[in-house]
């Protein structure tokens, strides 16, 4: 996973080195694109993702992405216990949004609404040696607005905002002593609310 990052950075990276000349991106002129293929990164957690773009007018486009979450180690304390362990561990979605950009005068902006399926999983432990397994599945929605991206031919560069909502996971343990259950409800609460910030950075190209 580390090594699909590190290649879509250096992809990033080269496909902005190249965003001059006849290719600049802030250029007003450029030729309309239909088609688009992008990387990206963003999201609650870190994360590496990639996205085709079609155009079903010069307003609206169609989105197919898919997305794989880079694991962290995370710590988090609910009712006085701490655990400890790893978020985002084979973790994946998969997804189809709909963008319009309402503005004549500035196609850049642009309101975008999705739906998908995911798999998310975190695995913690807790002092007296339990083991948790989070896990948040099926189907979220996303909805945001975003700037760039603009349906032309070259370079396209663009950042998302938005909220993501799913069902909020289940918890499971190994219930090696008493207070196991008790503390995954207690997990399982506190992680609940299914609803996600999502931070995206997208670097792709228009043909």
């Not at 085709?52 to 880079?70: I, P």
């Amino acid at each position: 996973m580390k090594k699909l990052f590190i290649t879509c950075m250096a992809f990033a990276f080269c496909t902005a080195a190249s965003a001059q000349d006849n290719f600049s991106f802030w250029k007003k002129d450029r030729a309309y694109a239909k088609n688009s293929f992008s990387i990206n990164t963003g999201g609650p957690s870190q994360s590496v993702g990639f996205q085709f773009d079609h155009q079903l007018s010069k307003k609206t486009t169609v989105s197919v992405h898919y997305g794989e979450s880079v694991p962290i180690d995370n710590g988090v304390d609910i009712n006085g216990v701490t655990y400890t362990g790893t978020f985002g561990d084979a973790s994946s979605w998969s997804g189809v949004n709909i963008s319009y950009r309402p503005i004549e005068t500035l196609q850049a902006f642009r309101v975008t609404a999705g739906i998908g399926v995911q798999s998310l999983n975190g695995r913690f432990d807790d002092p007296d040696g339990n083991s948790y397994h989070w896990h948040d599945g099926g189907v979220f929605t996303f909805t945001g607005f975003g700037y760039g991206l603009r349906p032309v031919k070259g370079v396209r560069l663009g950042v998302d905002i938005g909220l993501i909502k799913s069902g909020g996971g289940v918890v499971y343990t190994n219930g090696l002593t008493m207070d196991a259950n008790s503390r995954a409800l207690d997990f399982q609460i506190a992680n609940s609310g299914g609803w996600y910030p999502n931070l995206q950075l997208t670097a792709g190209w228009g043909f």
